[in-house]
């Protein structure tokens, strides 16, 4: 009788999975109850297929059956792929451990599965779980014939070894995940993700469940939006109550409809929607968008609903929006389809728009049509039980259409997902997110100064987007104001800026503002400020800003704009334009729109005028009421631009890291209660990975401790061991400058009846080499539910809560963010040498973050670490005190490519 599964990657949980064609299956493992259904899949197999799996035709099924479901889940290990509402097994991989080094590995895959990427998706689940079982190697035996078997090996990433012998081919491959596997099946699941939500945004055939006669209802104006606004395929009304539908015959049910149907849209109550999905399921519905309020919004009921909805279309292999939602809307000339109930339509664009608010998303569509802002395709995301932002990405990313993707977000499903694909995606196309809940408060029970500094506010949020280059915006209108700078204008180059005006007070209030933002006002070229002379008035100024004064005709406009657009110095050009004489709005449109193209954005500032931001648009100009929209704006875009052009490259694990000596000490402590490590424990986790310490003693006693400050010699740190006492220089648990073995025993002495008397037990003291001079700095870690391992670094010591100097990424970091985060930190001066002081080793404390985030990142055990002070000197980076919390964490994916959304 196989063994009960160990609860290691993936054993214990299914995953939907979506293939190269957009259909989905379930991934899970092997049961000993699918003896019988394993046996009946293996007979369905063609005699090709069969041959090919077991060299022959003549092999004994119930055998082959036994031995797939024998497995210990360690040493063998086996999973079924499942489809349609019975799971019906089309799908089967397992290996066996050959040796210490190497297990041999087998797939068979159903006929009509093949060729849809699914023999790929079998390989990771089995890496990942050799990996675990500290199996290095795959070996697979494949007669030569087999060329399907042999791609999915060459495509997967891995290095493959080849080798030909009598009997057939030997394939040889690691099982760790390679950084080209992993990209190769991050290449995979976006192609996949294109093709599932090809059925939602191009679908061929639209059925509307719960259309309805009547104007003004859900199902009344969906229906009217699709045929009014030319859906370029078949629509079908269906409605078990009527023959017709605005003129248009109807279907009682979606499975009585003629021809196929790709999309289906469901506007009927909430109560009649798990129907409405079953029939789509067993009518072939590629993709279904529900409408319906009623589920996981409403509480505990309505997310059972909202699971069982879910259930019914990953058994179908449909793809779900909402529930719900507002619907989709896709403005390319060869799809038409506007599948919402709103009034407005924005005209087509290259903006893909997703929102996670309904109510918010027919505000933006008609905001967006007010500024004729063009939009590619729109959707509603609603509950997000099953198409996520995730899966959005991934289709816009390969949409010829989509030059700009705009974000509503009110939660993260997976947010280091969203991470990996933002990354890839912004290098091609900007990405513009508002993200509410900033105000939430930490639900974090974290008690180190780490801890408190990042329970506030959504600080992990922002250093997400910072780090994929999202550019987040804190209202819907700054999100217009850049959405609409970047759907109309070349990304800056640079933060070198050109302002132009016809008056003088609007130019000074746009310069403050593009110091505050952090842009800078380009210094003109003598050639810029002789051309500029050559035709402006005497009384202008020539320099930055450009003050053409009131007198400025569109043509002076005009020529200045392209004068100042020439010069090299200047990577973008704000026009302000106040209606104080003559010109028009039209005139002064006119002009601007006969410019040459040019390499640099130009922002448009109208003070006034009434219809000037619409002339502006016209001529293809972002319109802003006041100077300070603008730079807002340009000030976002171009550091988009500066994340976008700089190199990227992940952090490589320092070669003196010892992983298997840190898991070692974290075991060891997990023994007991897990809580805080005992500090000989800390020192060793991190001595495991190369991070430099304090020289230290541990002592039991008064005693002991004065026998250690003689051993050190030297100025010494006196501090108590007290479990739960984190902020011990507040307790009195500190002593610093203390010299000698009688004043040590005499302070811990002292020490120990103080703390006592407070309640606070004390196990014994440290003893520490008190580094001189220096800065101090904190560098920490919080493990956050979500996000995972938050590192953060900044101004240390007692006051690091008070002063909040402090900068926050996500792991896994990359190459250049300890350097990025410390010349973000006001304190950062004090590292460079402030007002005289001896310079310090910034290498060494951007190599000290490093280490300290690849040790949190690698052992998700830590549940928060803490190093403050780090003394920074022109010798180096010292942890002058640890702390480290740890817990048992849940098994990790090695493969991030194959995580659920």
């Known amino acids: 009788m196989a063994a009960e599964p160990v609860i290691s990657y993936p054993a214990h949980r299914a995953v939907d999975v979506v293939l190269r064609d957009g259909s989905t299956v379930r991934v899970r493992p092997v049961r000993l109850d699918d003896r019988e259904a394993i046996g009946e899949f293996l007979a369905g197999l063609s005699l090709d297929s069969r041959a090919l799996r077991f060299f022959g035709t003549g092999v004994n099924l119930g055998w082959a059956a036994r031995w797939a479901t024998d497995i210990d889940y360690v040493n063998s290990y086996g999973v079924v792929v499942t489809a349609g509402s019975g799971e019906r097994i089309v799908g089967h991989a397992a290996y066996v451990r050959c040796d210490h080094q190497s297990a041999e590995v087998a797939f068979e895959i159903a006929d009509g599965y093949q060729g849809k990427g699914l023999g790929t998706i079998l390989l990771a689940h089995l890496a990942g779980a050799a990996a675990e079982a500290d199996i290095p190697t795959f070996t697979a035996r494949v007669l030569p014939e087999n060329h399907r078997m042999l791609n999915v090996f060459r495509e997967s990433g891995f290095p493959v070894e080849i080798r030909s012998t009598p009997e057939g081919i030997e394939v040889t491959a690691p099982t760790s995940a390679t950084s080209e596997a992993i990209e190769r099946f991050e290449r995979r699941e976006s192609l996949a993700a294109r093709a599932a939500l090809a059925h939602v945004l191009e679908p061929r055939s639209v059925a509307v469940i719960g259309a309805?006669?009547?104007?003004?209802?859900?199902?009344?104006?969906?229906?009217?939006n699709l045929i009014e606004d030319g859906f370029q395929g078949p629509v079908y009304p269906v409605n078990a109550a009527a023959d017709f539908v605005q003129s248009v015959p109807a279907y009682r049910s979606v499975t009585?409809?003629?021809?196929?149907?790709?999309?289906a849209v469901i506007a009927l109550p909430g109560a009649a929607v798990l129907d409405a999905a079953e029939q789509c399921a067993a009518k072939d519905v590629k993709a279904l968008v529900v409408l319906s309020a009623g589920f996981a919004e409403g509480g505990e009921s309505g997310r059972g609903e909202q699971r069982r909805l879910v259930e019914i279309c990953r058994a179908a292999?449909?793809?779900?929006?909402?529930?719900?939602?507002?619907?989709?809307?896709?403005?390319?000339p060869q799809v038409h389809l506007n599948a919402t109930f709103g009034r407005a339509l924005p005209p087509a664009g290259g903006v893909g728009f997703m929102s996670q608010s309904g109510a918010l998303g027919l505000a933006v569509l008609e905001r967006a049509a007010a500024l004729s802002l063009g939009v590619s395709s729109f959707v509603s995301v609603g509950n997000k039980a099953d198409v996520s932002?995730?899966?959005?990405?991934?289709?816009?990313?390969?949409?010829?259409?989509?030059?700009?993707v705009v974000l509503y977000l009110e939660s993260f499903g997976n947010p280091r997902k969203f991470a990996r694909i933002a990354r890839r995606v912004g290098r091609k196309k900007p990405i513009v997110a508002v993200k509410s809940g900033r105000s939430a408060a930490g639900a974090r029970a974290v008690v180190s100064h780490t801890g408190a500094l990042l329970a506030s506010g959504d600080v992990n949020v922002d250093a997400l987007f910072r780090q994929c280059g999202v550019i987040r915006t804190d209202t819907l209108g700054e999100l217009f104001d850049v959405t609409s700078l970047l759907a109309t204008q070349p990304v800056p180059r640079g933060r070198r800026v050109a302002v132009l005006t016809n008056s003088g007070g609007p130019?000074?209030?746009?310069?403050?503002?593009?110091?505050?933002?952090?842009l800078t006002l380009a210094p003109l070229s003598a050639a810029t400020r002789e051309a500029l002379a050559a035709f402006l008035p005497a009384e202008a100024s020539l320099a930055n800003p450009v003050d053409m004064i009131a007198t400025a005709s569109a043509e002076h406009y005009s020529r200045a704009l392209s004068v100042l657009a020439a010069d090299e110095g200047v990577d973008a050009v704000i026009v302000i334009w106040t209606p104080v004489m003559g010109i028009s709005a039209d005139e002064l449109a006119r002009a601007l729109s006969?410019?040459?193209?040019?390499?640099?954005?130009?922002?448009?500032?109208?003070?006034?005028g009434g219809g000037a931001p619409a002339t502006f648009r016209a001529a293809a100009i972002p319109a802003y009421d006041f100077p300070e929209e603008a730079v807002r704006a340009l000030a976002r875009a171009a550091r988009y631009g500066e994340w976008r052009d700089a190199p990227q490259r992940a952090a490589e694990l320092p070669t003196d890291a010892q992983p298997g000596r840190a898991a070692s000490v974290i075991a060891k402590a997990l023994r007991d209660e897990p809580s805080w490590m005992a500090p000989e424990a800390a020192g060793d986790l991190l001595d495991s990975y190369g991070i430099r310490r304090t020289k230290q003693r541990l002592a039991a006693g008064p005693a002991a401790a004065g026998r250690a400050a003689r051993e050190l010699g030297g100025p010494v740190a006196l501090k108590a061991v007290s479990p739960g006492l984190v902020h011990k220089t507040e307790a009195g648990a500190v002593r610093l400058g203390?010299?000698?073995?009688?004043?040590?025993r005499r302070a811990a002495s002292e020490m120990r009846a103080a703390l006592e008397a407070a309640g606070h037990g004390v196990e014994g003291f440290v003893v520490q080499e008190q580094v001189e001079g220096g800065v101090e700095m904190l560098v920490g870690v919080v493990s956050d539910p979500v996000f995972g391992p938050v590192v953060a670094c900044g101004a240390g010591g007692t006051a690091a809560e008070l002063l909040k100097d402090v900068a926050v990424r996500v792991t896994p970091l990359t190459e250049s963010d300890p350097g990025e985060m410390l010349r973000s930190l006001a304190s950062f001066p004090l590292l460079q040498g402030y007002r005289g002081a001896p310079k310090t080793d910034i290498d060494a404390l951007e190599d000290l973050i490093h280490r300290i985030a690849a040790l949190a990142d690698n052992h998700r055990e830590i549940v928060e670490l803490e190093c403050n002070p780090v003394i920074v000197t022109a010798d180096g980076a010292v942890a002058v005190d640890a702390r480290v919390r740890i817990a048992t964490a849940a098994p990790r994916r090695p493969w991030p490519a194959i995580d659920p959304k």
């Open 594 to 608: 006969e410019r040459p193209v040019r390499r640099n954005p130009v922002l448009g500032v109208c003070i006034g």
């Open 212 to 224: 309805s006669r009547t104007r003004g209802s859900v199902g009344g104006e969906l229906f009217h």
């Open 738 to 744: 203390m010299r000698g073995a009688a004043p040590v």
């Open 317 to 332: 292999g449909m793809r779900l929006v909402g529930p719900n939602c507002l619907g989709v809307l896709n403005t390319a």
């Open 389 to 404: 932002g995730n899966d959005l990405l991934e289709y816009w990313e390969h949409d010829p259409l989509t030059k700009l």
């Open 507 to 518: 130019g000074i209030m746009c310069a403050d503002a593009c110091e505050a933002e952090g």
């Open 256 to 263: 009585v409809i003629p021809g196929e149907v790709d999309l």
